[in-house]
């Protein structure tokens, strides 16, 4: 079965440095999307994309975070500099396309943490 | 106030019994509406989508009431492997865009 890839699972990172995620989508899915997923709460969209398109960044703290997808194909999110608050899951999800009934699958997740 | 509100438990139950979660929306305008299992330390998992006429999958009944904004899993006959948070998740048109709209889950342990 076709799944989500993300890498690293786990990643200890200072206060003030930067620190990268990827993400690799089920083959085809043109629709990804980072959430950010801080513990005892549930997911929340961080980043959409629609192929290489940013579809919805409204909830991304662009001062710090950033995200790309060049070829449509996989993905990176960026945090520079980390803050404490950061500390959480950062989850990535693929989808066929954009619609009310599309299911979005999600690969393993980033546990980071700052310190 | 929270778009999707839930009770966050623990729901501590024998296995075997019955076990209800519910959970309520703001946005009347949300078009679809979903349960995940979210295993500790895991990434979540869609269970099933709601449906206006209730759906049922083996042991799991899900309901969906549009007037009263209100979604709701019952769990018949427990299993120990039930042992999950499961997140009441809604879909809604914004900005262009369909988004999914997480509670923030009820946890459930069932014991033997």
């Known amino acids: 079965e076709a799944e989500v890839a993300q890498s690293p699972r786990y990643k200890i990172t200072e206060k003030s440095q930067a620190v990268a995620f990827w993400c690799d989508p089920i083959?085809?899915?043109?629709?990804l999307y980072w959430y950010r997923q801080i513990l005892g709460q549930g997911p929340e969209l961080l980043v959409q994309?629609?192929?290489?398109?940013?579809?919805?960044d409204s909830q991304l703290p662009k001062d710090r975070f950033s995200a790309e997808r060049l070829k449509g194909v996989d993905s990176t999110l960026k945090i520079q500099p980390a803050e404490l608050g950061d500390s959480a899951m950062y989850l990535c999800?693929?989808?066929?396309?954009?619609?009310?009934?599309?299911?979005?699958?999600f690969g393993p997740g980033t546990r980071l943490t700052v310190t | 106030r929270k778009e999707v509100e839930q009770d966050p438990g623990p729901f501590n139950v024998p296995e075997g019994a019955t076990v209800a979660f519910n959970c309520t929306y703001s946005?009347?305008?949300?078009?679809?509406f979903f349960w995940y299992r979210q295993d500790c330390r895991k990434e979540p998992k869609l269970l099933m989508s709601?449906?206006?006429s209730g759906n049922e999958d083996g042991r799991f009944t899900a309901q969906l009431n549009r007037a009263s904004q209100y979604i709701s899993l019952l769990i018949r006959d427990s299993k120990l492997s039930d042992s999950a948070t499961y997140l009441c998740?809604?879909?809604?048109?914004?900005?262009?865009?369909?988004?999914?709209?997480f509670g923030s889950g009820t946890r459930l342990l069932v014991r033997p």
């Open positions: 946005n009347s305008a949300s078009q679809s």
């Open positions: 998740v809604v879909n809604t048109y914004v900005d262009s865009s369909y988004k999914l709209i």
């Open positions: 083959s085809g899915h043109a629709t």
């Open positions: 709601v449906y206006s």
């Open positions: 994309f629609q192929d290489e398109s940013v579809v919805d």
């Open positions: 999800a693929s989808s066929p396309g954009q619609g009310r009934n599309y299911e979005q699958y």
